[in-house]
């Protein structure tokens, strides 16, 4: 069936850092790709999506590149702020299983000042 | 316009009792998810509905757990016999049209389980 692990968090970086966190998928077909985070205090929402292969999508800073020889849809930020401090999900929907939407188990990041 | 709705926000119950959770949907989303957050854990699927029917209802964790949209809009998601592992927060979302594009996220509720 289908799988998405995510880097484990939490992860603390300082202001103005560089940003990554890993996110692999194991799919049948052709699935999509997002990522989507949750702000403290407020509930889930889409940060950008992909869906199909070498697309890039983006957002706030944020860019993600589904790439499909590595099964991956790695978030990064080149600056990151202390407004960014967040829970980050990636997340696989796919028409083509039984198994049709998965979520990572979240990446907690927090942003020292 | 407005978002997704959830309620109650939080629940207490005792085990054995049956819950039922409420979302209302953005107007005129015809796609309806609902998830589970435990603590420390990601997001569990549990059930979508595309309309009134369900064609995915691969995630619910057991025959406690059921849930039903009517009128394509309103949808409730109901827990029997609840145990404490049932403690959580559910989460439901809406998308326009089906499960490929941008679900918008409820508040959720919070349930426990004493």
Known sequence: GNSVTQMEGPVTLSEEAFLTINC???ATGYPSLFWYVQYPGEGLQLLLKATKADDK???KGFEATYRKETTSFHLEKGSVQVSDS????CALISYSSASKIIFGSGTRLSIRP | GAGVSQSPSNKVTEKGKDVELRCDPISGHTALYWYRQSLGQGLEFLIYFQGNSAPDKSGLPSDRFSAE???GSVSTLTIQRTQQEDSAVYLCASSLLDFQETQYFGPG????VL
């Open chain 1, 24 to 26: 692999t998928y194991t």
């Open chain 1, 57 to 59: 999508g983006s957002n």
């Open chain 1, 86 to 89: 967040a829970v980050y999900f």
């Open chain 2, 69 to 71: 949209r009517t009128g």
């Open chain 2, 109 to 112: 509720t919070r349930l426990l």
